[in-house]
């Protein structure tokens, strides 16, 4: 008998035929099961190669060894008139057959990689090969959101981790020339939302391709999954699984990946010189990394500054030389100060916001963020009479920082006002528009444009704006166009914004302030006197930004307004008030219009004067 002959009655070659299988089988089962119990990756390399070294013993075994009814007996005590290898291998036949079946079927309905990973997996088809699911030359493919990836922690406690990995990636691709990138703030309003459908989310985004994932921290790996769907036909483009040691350059590195698999996937729709953006890895400390996601994130919502602001001096105590954490605590310095009772007067946390993108900006001269910040906080001393600083010099840091990134809400928004302080409303009013064509849901940004458009007296498009900008949630309570209010006969909007805590608490006459708003031409100084005399006893501040812009239109000139509204008719009077005039010499104002020239609205008189219609 040959040798194979003999492996073939000996079953060696079933067996060998079954151990594959069933290794294979549960190599399966253990990348489905193993996430969930949040396995480090080892295990699985440990159980693939306890399998491997397996493979040969169990071959010798049955080489050896043979199934009786008595159980298991050495093959060479055996009597082979009484042997019963050709039942067993006729048993082993049927495991096998059983077995490859249940291949088949695991292979057959196989769900995409995101299956189990991820709460988006809804049925659709599974994804194609990039090279296979090109998107057509229509330069309106070339568009996309990336939603905020899911957080798949067992805790639960890392959305912070996979919104940064979403923002990140998100950072990368407004780099490629000719991708329409959707904001990250229009994006993010569809977290949880993936029940609507991705056509209807990529619809109401303005967008034809949509980016969505799931990220899982396990102790020192992470699995991060990211499937890339064009919702014209709902069909998915590219999808992967990257699982990998948690380190900050692997991160880094899977943000790459993800950005450079989406532009070749997108390759048809962009120019042929589109730029592949690369994630800027400015740290390699992990814990820093961690900790400015976590800062970021409280940044973002305006929730818990304070603590926002530790968490980067944790970050930066971890790495001194991470120039995006430093740019971030610069701009947090001027939010501080709004949101919370900030234990430092307003100038020493403008000091430091100013000390905070100097750092950055050493570390990366080219930090639009930091660029922004340090302009904004200037401009903010400058317009409070706080200090004095080269208005065209804060333009220039605008601009470069505009240059650099072009579509930052943040500092659209800040431009804007710098524009608005200096009279020049038009150009306020383009930059709070780019900024709401950006970032819809910016409520800043749609406050200002609308305050833009009052200003320059365009009062009915200004309330077509506020009411859009209502519409679409981007009107807070914090801030109150009193004069808007007034015109559009919304006396119960104006008399409860005003009995607000930021303005007149426990003022019993609103009536009579929505009647002054009507009729701004009037005589009110006994309104204002007893105003001023109710916050005298009320120990109410009236010098707070807020304030003053119920109060300037009525004739307290002494107050400093809120710019942009300062060049509309309700503060006619004010912008030919001594006030205005030495307010205009104290900020620098008239030094800058004297270097580059008038607004609109004023017009020099002789060598050191000047007057305002």
């Given at each position: ?12 070659i ?6 594959i299988?069933?290794a ?23 159980m ?35 042997s ?6 006729r ?55 990336v ?32 991708l ?39 102790g ?5 999954t ?12 590219w ?32 120019p042929?010189?589109?730029v ?28 818990e ?18 120039a ?29 916001g ?27 001393a ?8 080269d ?16 579509d930052n ?7 804007g ?41 365009r ?20 801030y ?5 209010l ?5 006396r ?82 004010y ?6 005039k ?7 104002v ?9 607004p ?14």
């Amino acid at each position: 008998m040959t040798f194979f002959a003999e492996l073939r009655r000996r079953n060696v070659i079933r067996v060998a035929g079954l151990y594959i299988v069933t290794a294979w089988l549960l190599v399966q089962i253990a990348d489905v099961l193993l996430p969930v119990f949040e396995a480090p990756v080892w295990v699985m390399k440990v159980m693939v190669g306890l399998l491997a070294l397996g493979f040969l013993p169990a071959l010798i075994f049955s080489w050896v060894f043979e199934l009786t009814p008595e159980g298991l007996k050495r093959e060479v005590d055996i009597d082979r008139s009484q042997s019963i290898v050709d039942r067993t291998a006729r048993k082993l036949d049927v495991a096998v057959i059983l077995l490859l079946l249940a291949v088949g079927a695991m292979v057959w309905f196989r769900p995409s990689p995101m299956g189990s990973e991820s709460t988006f997996a809804d049925g659709r088809e599974p994804p194609k090969p990039v090279q296979e699911a090109k998107v057509d030359s229509d330069p309106q493919a070339a568009s996309i959101a990336v939603l905020p990836f899911a957080d798949l922690s067992q805790a639960g406690d890392q959305s912070y981790f996979s919104d940064g990995m979403s923002e990140e990636i998100l950072n990368v691709l407004v780099k490629v020339k000719g991708l329409e990138v959707a904001s990250r703030t229009s994006s993010f309003a569809f977290k949880g939302e993936q029940s609507l459908g991705i056509p209807v989310i990529a619809k109401q985004l303005g967008v034809r391709h949509v980016l969505e994932g799931s990220v899982r921290r396990a102790g020192g790996t992470i699995r991060i999954t990211a499937q890339l769907i064009d919702a014209d036909v709902d069909r998915h483009l590219w999808s992967e699984t990257f699982d990998r040691p948690l380190t900050a350059e692997n991160v880094f590195a899977i943000q790459d990946e993800i950005a450079q698999a989406i532009v070749e996937a997108l390759v048809a729709a962009l120019p042929a010189d589109a730029v592949r953006a690369s994630a800027q890895d400015t740290t390699s400390n992990l814990t820093a990394y961690d900790n400015y996601l976590r800062a970021r994130a409280l940044v973002r919502s305006r929730r818990e500054l304070r603590l926002a602001d530790t968490l980067l001096g944790t970050s930066l105590q971890q790495d001194p030389n991470y120039a995006a954490a430093w740019a971030l605590r610069s701009g947090l310095q001027i939010l501080i100060g709004e949101y919370t009772d900030a234990p430092l007067s307003i100038e020493e946390q403008e000091q430091r916001g100013i000390e905070y993108a100097d750092r950055a900006l050493a570390l990366a001269p080219d930090n639009a963020q930091a660029l922004a910040a340090k302009a904004q906080i200037r401009s903010r001393a400058v317009s409070s009479l706080r200090a004095k600083h080269d208005l065209a010099e804060i333009f220039r840091d605008f601009e470069r920082s505009l240059e650099i990134d072009p579509d930052n809400p943040d500092t659209l928004n800040w431009v804007g006002l710098a524009w608005g302080q200096v009279g020049q409303l038009d150009k306020a009013l383009e930059a709070f528009q780019r900024c709401v064509a950006v970032d819809p849901q910016a409520s800043a940004c749609s406050e200002n444009e609308y305050d833009a458009l009052y200003g320059l007296d365009r009062h009915d498009e200004a309330w077509q704006r506020y009411l859009a900008a209502f519409d679409r949630g981007a009107v807070t309570d914090t801030y109150t166009n009193f004069g808007l209010l007034a015109r559009q006969g919304q006396r119960a909007a104006f008399t409860y914004a005003s009995n607000q805590a930021r303005y007149l608490p426990r003022w019993h006459r609103h009536d009579a302030l929505y009647e002054a708003f009507r009729h701004l031409d009037a005589d009110h100084s006994a309104l204002l006197s007893e105003v001023r005399d109710f916050a005298d006893r009320e120990h109410i501040d009236l010098h707070n930004g807020y304030r003053a812009l119920l109060l300037v239109p009525l004739g307290a000139h002494d107050l400093v307004p809120f710019l942009p509204l300062v060049w509309g008719e309700d503060n006619r009077r004010y912008r030919q008030s001594r006030e205005f005039k030495r307010y205009v010499r104290e900020s620098g104002v008239l030094d800058y219009w004297r270097e580059v020239g008038f607004p609109p609205t004023c017009q020099p008189v002789e060598q050191d004067d000047f007057r305002c219609d």
